[in-house]
């Protein structure tokens, strides 16, 4: 069983820059990929970006936060980054962090673990 829970959120205003951290607990945190998702009000859960496991590196973004967003994670420390740049409002929302996708690693129903969340609220 592997706990996630996230931190970093806040308000920021348009073209500022907030880091979220996940923290991971049980499980072999290395052998996960690992991922960040959003949720707006009324909206559904949407992906953001993922990286893979410490085989691989490789790292994904979604097409509205690349250029803006980058995922970065500490195995040892059993941490998972996600830095956010040139925010902009409509990334508001409560980001998730997850581990462990099964198929395809965009889809939310395809991961097994998820925090609570943290709020992000960028002001125009």
């Known amino acids: 069983q592997v706990q996630l829970v996230e931190s970093g959120g806040g308000l920021v205003q348009a073209g500022g820059s907030l880091r979220l951290s996940c923290a991971a607990s049980?499980?072999?945190?290395?052998?996960?990929?690992m991922g960040w998702f959003r949720q707006a009000p009324g909206e559904e859960r949407e992906f953001v970006s993922a990286?893979?496991?410490?085989?691989?590196?490789?790292?994904y973004f979604a097409d509205t936060v690349k250029g803006r967003f980058t995922i970065s994670r500490d195995n040892l420390e059993k941490m998972v980054y996600l830095q956010m740049n040139s925010l902009k409002p409509e990334d508001t929302a409560v980001y998730y962090c997850a581990a462990d996708p099964e198929g395809s690693f965009r889809s939310p129903e395809d991961w097994h673990y998820w925090g609570q969340g943290t709020q992000v609220t960028v002001s125009s």
């Open positions: 049980g499980g072999t945190f290395s052998a996960y990929p």
């Open positions: 990286m893979s496991s410490s085989s691989g590196l490789s790292t």
